[in-house]
């Protein structure tokens, strides 16, 4: 019906437009996030870089098929079926980025605490670069095989998705049974639960540092006395000093179970916002047709489009960091626009009294 592709047409371009700024101010401001390690962030960047290109590029060319079906009349078949190729195509690639690079988030988070002191030498910025590469190298591939045989290419997409959502499924029943280990650790030896985990899940290297010269000092302190009351010092600086580095290590696990939140319900909202895609994409492919199941179908691509305007709110709501550097972001980019403004009025105020 003409009413509910005019209704999805002005929908989708308010959704464009919000994840297009909504992305834009993520990537000005994810380089001021330092709860992250640089290979973490450069994983969400890329993914939010993907839903600005969905924003800027995939969701203009929907909106140009939906224009185009309300003037079908008068519009040439074979342009409204090149350009819905093209959607198509821009679908799978940019849709299979994203499912693939949350996964390789998922992943991350959980090698966060596998690894421990390891993940900064094994995680590094090449191999997550390398990551990303053959994430593009396959949603690219999948997009292309469409082209050759759209039955081969739906297998693959669908493999693709299913082990991803499998990875990700295992990864968060298996990050807090580690996470709950890890704090059983640090409750029964902090020293050693902050030298293998601590930095990594927040902690700078400066902290580490100030601790284990404080743990130092104080042996020497005791080896130099060698006396009960320098021994009774030692201990209670150990004990102080344990004290310190729990207080230290309890904010950084609840950074980083925000980080993993984050990323969960981003996965979340993505199933939420493709399950009913896909589930309508079989059904008008095998047993129903007409225009009802056309217009559901449509009104499910658009649900699958609103994925990429909702991933940053969902970064601000889950990570405080995000949405302080997003506020100043953009109370900075206001500021600038009504001083631009001023300016403006100013010289075109000049200019007319020039001319009088």
């Given at each position: 019906p003409?009413?509910?592709v ?6 989708n ?6 994840a ?5 101010l ?9 709860s992250?390690?640089l ?16 924003g ?37 690639v940019?849709?299979g980025?994203?499912?693939l ?14 690894l ?5 030498q ?6 997550t ?26 297998i ?12 990700s499924?295992?990864?968060?029943v ?7 280990r890890y ?30 010269g ?11 006395n ?13 004990g ?10 309890q904010?950084?696990i609840?950074?980083?179970q925000k980080t993993v ?7 979340l909202?993505l ?12 059904l ?16 499910t ?11 940053p ?7 405080t ?10 109370r ?9 403004l001023?300016?403006?009025?100013l ?10």
């Open positions: 003409i009413g509910v005019a209704f999805l047409l002005a929908f371009i308010v959704l464009s437009f919000i297009s700024l909504g992305n834009a993520l990537l000005l401001t994810f380089y001021k996030v330092s992250l390690h290979a973490a962030k450069v994983l969400f960047e890329c993914l939010a870089a993907t839903d600005l290109c969905v800027l590029f995939s969701q203009p060319l929907f909106v140009t098929v939906l224009f185009l079906y309300i003037d079908l009349g008068n519009t040439d078949i074979d342009i409204v079926y090149y350009v819905e190729e093209v959607v198509c195509i821009s679908n799978y940019l849709f980025v994203t499912v690079i949350s996964t390789a988030i998922s992943v991350d988070r959980l090698l966060v605490l596998l421990r002191l390891r993940y900064r094994v995680v590094t910025l090449k191999r670069q390398a990551v990303i590469l053959l994430c593009w190298i396959i949603a690219v591939l999948c997009g292309l095989v469409l082209v050759w045989s759209q039955t081969v290419s739906e693959v997409a669908f493999v693709a998705v299913v082990v991803s959502l499998v990875t499924v295992f990864c968060y298996k990050i807090p049974l580690r996470l709950q704090q059983a650790e640090v409750e029964d030896n902090p020293g050693e639960g902050r030298s293998n985990v601590g930095e990594d899940i927040g902690a700078g290297k400066d902290e580490a540092g100030a601790i284990t404080t743990r130092t000092a104080t042996e020497e302190g005791a080896g130099v060698g006396t009960g009351r320098g021994r009774v010092r030692a201990w209670t600086a150990k102080s000093s344990k004290q310190r580095l729990n207080e230290r290590v904010p950084n609840k950074q980083y939140s984050s990323i969960f319900w981003v996965q909202a199933v939420a916002c493709y399950t009913p895609f896909i589930i309508v994409s079989i008008r492919h095998t047993v129903l047709s007409g225009s009802a199941i056309h217009a559901l179908w449509l009104f691509k658009t649900l699958v489009y609103l994925n990429s305007s909702l991933n709110f969902l970064y601000c709501w889950k990570i960091e995000v949405r302080k550097a997003v506020k100043d972001t953009a900075a980019f206001c500021c600038c626009s009504i001083n631009f001023r300016i403006f009025i010289i075109n105020k000049e200019s007319l009294n020039a001319d009088k």
